[in-house]
Each structure stands twice: as C-alpha cells, then as structure tokens.
C-alpha cells in the first residue's frame, strides 16, 4: 500500500496511524523503500510511501500467567 506523508511525519507515526503498528512494521516498510533511511527522520511532505499489506503484519500475544487461579 502506498501512502503520502504528511507535515513533520516519521515512519513509525506513518505506520502507527495507517497500520496501527510499529513492531516489526517500521523495519519492513524500510526494506520496501531503498534510500528512506537517508532522508532523516522527518520525512518530506507529500513523499510516497510504500507501508506492507496488514495481512504481512505480524500479531504477537503475550502469555499470561495468573498467581492467584
């Protein structure tokens, strides 16, 4: 999926407001995107990103341990 950024964006806010994740997500949006690392941390308004597909998102549980059953 590709998608604009807008004023003062950072990939990770890109990702968290289109995904709604960070983990795992950020470092595959910069392997879709040769040269993004280099453009600094804020990212030029109205650039073209390309964000990976929510089914590619992977989910991670944490496992609950109760003391008191």
Same mark, same amino acid.
């Given at each position: 999926?590709?998608?604009?950024?807008?004023?003062?964006?950072?990939?990770?806010?890109?990702?968290?407001?289109?995904?709604?994740?960070?983990?795992?997500?950020?470092?595959?949006?910069?392997?879709?995107?040769?040269?993004?690392?280099?453009?600094? =941390?804020?990212?030029?308004?109205?650039?073209?990103?390309?964000?990976?597909?929510?089914?590619?998102? =992977?989910?991670?549980?944490?496992?609950?341990?109760?003391?008191?059953?």
């Amino acid at each position: 999926m590709q998608v604009r950024a807008q004023q003062h964006d950072t990939l990770d806010a890109l990702c968290w407001r289109h995904l709604g994740a960070t983990a795992n997500v950020v470092e595959v949006a910069l392997e879709l995107n040769p040269g993004l690392a280099d453009l600094g =941390p804020i990212l030029p308004h109205g650039l073209l990103v390309n964000l990976p597909e929510t089914t590619a998102t =992977p989910t991670k549980t944490a496992q609950v341990v109760s003391l008191w059953d």
